[in-house]
Each structure stands twice: as structure tokens, then as C-alpha cells.
């Protein structure tokens, strides 16, 4: 992957600049074996451990932030989704068609802008009975990396039941139609556009065991801080590949206090992101990771991941603003990237909670 960097950066850059979808890196990631490796070698993939995962969705995130979060988000679903592809043929044909290189698998839940479904927002989708299945009935927004994606797990609640249910659902049935809505200020190359369900039709099996696609694991955040530290980690390399100009008077960037201040402290952040994500990763490997320590980490890696971002900006001084210069996408993306969940003030209630159960006086 790491050979390849230095193309998504370029590919990814001008898909930015030109609020598109990089459809290029999605064939050179597919071709490098990016889709296969989180699945089971059951099922033909690669099983990677989670630790190597974690770092390929950080080195993707380093040359093409948008284009890691549609890596990060395949990482995360598939890990899980695919785990036992003997629970059904929908779930074997999907797996071998992802191994064959059909495309990258997400989760559609999001029905609103604002109001996530994790914090009450509606949830309307329907799924009708049919002969042999359900009809799929629905628009999904944020629907991230959506024209590369092969299949999806669509959240949807079956007639004549109240509980949310999850369908394998393939992108390029006839009755599925994408609608270019993913007009944002970062990570634009995610292209998490709109997708509607017309009457989609998916057989008996494709309906998914809860087991298999719940979000509160310990692993989805995880891989978001991955993704964060893919951010610091790129713009950080702007200085460190020799980015950083001569000035006027023909002082090096070492021999000016100011700038060696504000990439001492990037520095500094920077070791702190490695070692929680590194750390982190190492403990859900080895089950020792709890949701509420996870999503604290996603929370720190992002807090630090931003002084990287910042102190890198401030080193590069006004240059840094400019349309025309790489520092300014990670500071958007990163920027935007805060709004992935868990949020903020929840991770920090439930860390506060997890310590003060601890308290012999809590009831």
C-alpha cells in the first residue's frame, strides 16, 4: 500500500479540489487487495489481524482522508458481517463477489442530515414481505463511498414489526438509484452521497443476525482513530518531505525558533496518536478493549490528531491557507471527521460513568 500513496494523494487532491468522487483509487485499492483483506480466508479473504488493518486504514487515510473513511467504514462491516459466511448463500455470494473484486460493503443507516439514529433520529426504512423476501423501501443519507460500494447492510424495519432489522443488499440492482448530494467542506472524497431503495428486492436470507452488524463494538472506533492518525500522519509528512520553505534571508526551517516550536509540539502530538491507536488496536486484538475505553481513544486520537494539524498549519504560516495548498484538506477533513460517532459529549459521559461506578457510594 505504501507504494501507492504517493498516486491516491494525487488522485485524491484533484477529486477534492473538484468535489468528486476519486473512482480511480477505488480500482487501484481493489487491485492492491484492499476489499479482501478484512474477510475471512473462509471465505477467500485475507483475514488480517486487526492490527494491520488498522494501519491500512491509516495509511489510506495519510494520501486520501475521504477515501479512508470509505476503507474504514468497509473494514469495520465486513470484519463483522462476513465472520461466518456459512449462515447463508446471500452472505457466501456476497464474500466471494467483494474476494472477486466487485467492490467495497458499508452500513446505510441515516435517513436525516442532522440527528443521527444513535442520538433518536427516525428511521423509516421498510421493508415489505414479498414472495421469497422483502422489498426494500427507503433513502439513505450519508451514505459513504456509495459508488464503490458492491453491497450494502441496509437498516430497515419490517412491516407489521417495530424492532430495526439489516438486509445485504447489492448496490446495482435496477432498483437502486444514487443521487449526487455530498456537497460538504471535508472529506469530499467519501462521497457519501444519497441512496434510494425503490421496491429493492432481497431474498429470505439476506436478512442479517443482529450479531453481525451491531456498531457498539470496541472495533468501530478503533479504526476511526486509525483514520484520524492517517490524517496527522499525512499532514505531518508535509514537513518531513521537505515541505517547509527556505526564508527570505536563506534560514533553514531548523534554524528558526518559531518553527522549530510549532513541529516540536506537532512531533509530540503526533507520538501521542501512534501510541494510542497502536495501543488501542493491540488490546482489541487480544480482548482486553471496552467500549467505553474505545471510544475514548477515538476521542484522544482526534484531540491530538488536531494539534498535529494545527501546529503543521501554524509552521507552514499563511501559505498554509491557501486553496492550493495540501494543508489545508487535512485541516477540513479532520475538521469534519469530529462528527463521525460516538460523539464527543457522549464518549465522555460514558467514560465518566465507567469511572464512577467504580465509587462505593454509587447505588
Do not use: C
Amino acid at each position: 500500500m505504501a507504494d501507492l500513496s504517493g498516486k491516491l494523494f494525487e488522485l485524491g487532491s484533484r477529486a477534492d479540489a473538484d468535489n468528486r468522487f476519486p473512482d480511480s483509487s477505488i480500482r487501484l485499492l481493489i487491485d492492491a487487495g484492499v476489499a479482501r483483506a478484512p474477510l475471512p480466508r473462509s471465505a477467500g479473504g485475507d483475514e488480517l489481524d486487526p492490527r494491520e488493518l488498522a494501519r491500512l486504514v491509516t495509511t489510506v487515510s495519510a494520501a486520501d482522508p475521504g477515501l479512508g473513511l470509505v476503507v474504514a467504514m468497509h473494514v469495520v462491516h465486513s470484519r463483522r458481517v462476513f465472520a461466518d459466511v456459512s449462515v447463508s448463500p446471500t452472505l457466501a455470494d456476497a464474500a466471494a463477489a467483494i474476494v472477486g473484486g466487485s467492490g467495497f460493503v458499508s452500513s446505510l443507516v441515516s435517513e436525516n442530515r442532522s440527528i443521527a439514529p444513535a442520538r433518536g433520529g427516525a428511521v423509516r426504512a421498510r421493508a415489505i414481505p414479498t414472495n421469497g423476501g422483502w422489498l426494500l423501501r427507503t433513502r439513505k443519507k450519508y451514505a459513504t463511498g456509495i459508488s464503490a460500494l458492491s453491497h450494502a447492510v441496509v437498516a430497515a424495519t419490517i412491516d407489521g414489526e417495530n424492532t430495526l432489522s439489516h438486509f445485504l443488499t447489492p448496490i446495482d440492482a435496477a432498483t437502486t438509484r444514487i443521487e449526487k448530494t455530498w456537497d460538504v467542506i471535508g472529506l469530499r472524497t467519501s462521497g457519501s452521497d444519497d441512496i434510494i431503495f425503490e421496491d429493492t428486492f432481497v431474498p429470505t436470507d439476506a436478512q442479517l443476525p443482529t450479531d453481525l452488524v451491531s456498531q457498539s463494538s470496541p472495533w468501530w472506533s478503533v479504526v476511526l482513530a486509525g483514520l484520524y492518525r492517517g490524517i496527522a500522519e499525512g499532514a505531518f509528512r508535509l514537513i518531513t518531505d521537505g515541505g517547509l520553505p527556505t526564508q527570505a534571508d536563506g534560514a533553514a526551517p531548523v534554524d528558526i525558533p518559531r518553527v522549530r516550536g510549532h513541529v516540536g509540539e506537532a512531533a509530540l502530538s503526533l507520538l501521542t496518536v501512534r501510541s494510542l491507536v497502536d495501543s488501542a488496536a493491540e488490546r482489541f486484538a487480544t480482548g482486553e478493549l471496552s467500549p467505553a475505553e474505545s471510544a475514548t481513544v477515538k476521542l484522544a486520537a482526534h484531540r491530538s490528531a488536531t494539534e498535529v494539524v494545527d501546529r503543521v498549519g501554524r509552521a507552514f504560516g499563511t501559505a498554509s491557507v491557501w486553496q492550493t495548498h495540501p494543508w489545508q484538506r487535512y485541516f477540513r477533513d479532520l475538521r469534519v471527521g469530529s462528527h463521525n460517532s460516538p460523539s464527543e459529549d457522549t464518549t465522555i459521559d460514558q467514560l465518566a460513568r465507567e469511572v464512577l461506578s467504580s465509587d462505593p457510594r454509587t447505588p
